[in-house]
């Protein structure tokens, strides 16, 4: 049974910086896929960044090079480094994984607020 876990959440600052990762266990341990979302509250889920084993990486439009992801296929760990971060970042952030036959994963999620 595939396992994806996040750590790194908390809170910070106007402008501070964050980083996330996520574990994965169990499985094959094969990810053609390794992302980040996040849902603030009242808002649809969306993309924060995506990256391919095929070397694409996506970021959502309102990153505007804060972030930045990165990933270790050999541990199957994703990481999201979040800089200059602001109020409206404040939002439950999951990891997901996704095998090259499409199987999804999810986290269960870690918790940014970023406040004064």
């Known amino acids: 049974q595939v396992q994806l876990v996040e750590s790194g959440g908390g809170l910070v600052q106007p402008g501070g910086s964050l980083r996330l990762s996520c574990t994965a266990s169990?499985?094959?341990?094969?990810?053609?896929?390794m992302a980040w979302s996040r849902q603030a509250p009242g808002k649809e889920r969306e993309t924060v960044a995506e990256?391919?084993?095929?070397?694409?990486?996506i970021y959502g439009e309102f990153v505007k090079g804060r972030f930045t992801i990165s990933t270790d296929h050999f541990k199957n760990v994703v990481y999201l480094q979040m800089n200059d971060l602001e109020p409206e970042d404040t939002a439950v952030y999951y990891c997901?994984?996704?095998?090259?036959?499409?199987?999804?994963?999810w986290g269960k999620g870690t918790l940014v607020t970023v406040s004064s």
């Open positions: 997901r994984m996704a095998t090259p036959h499409a199987e999804e994963y």
């Open positions: 169990g499985g094959a341990g094969i990810y053609s896929l």
């Open positions: 990256s391919w084993t095929r070397g694409e990486i």
